[in-house]
């Protein structure tokens, strides 16, 4: 499986709805589900600069940001 795979698979896992973004809640989620706590300030880090990086400031992060991250 190529990274890119990897990548694209990890992103539909947190994306629990489906529609292309990454919410806090679903990042959250997933996150526990592989038995790993997030803080507030974590999140805040996160998507900030998810935000950050493509102007948009929606709160959510879509699968180009995800690269960017996943990549870095």
Do not use: C, P, Q
């Not at 990042?27 to 507030?40: D, P, Q, R």
């Not at 900030?48 to 990549?71: K, M, P, Q, T, Y």
């Amino acid at each position: 499986m190529s990274a890119t795979d990897d990548a694209t698979a990890t992103f539909h896992e947190f994306d629990r709805d489906g529609d292309g973004y990454i919410t806090r809640e679903e990042f959250v989620l997933a996150m526990n589900a592989k038995g790993e706590e997030v803080t507030a300030a974590d999140l805040d880090s996160i998507f900030n600069a998810a935000d950050a990086r493509d102007g948009d400031a929606d709160d959510r992060i879509s699968f180009a940001e995800f690269l960017v991250a996943w990549n870095a």
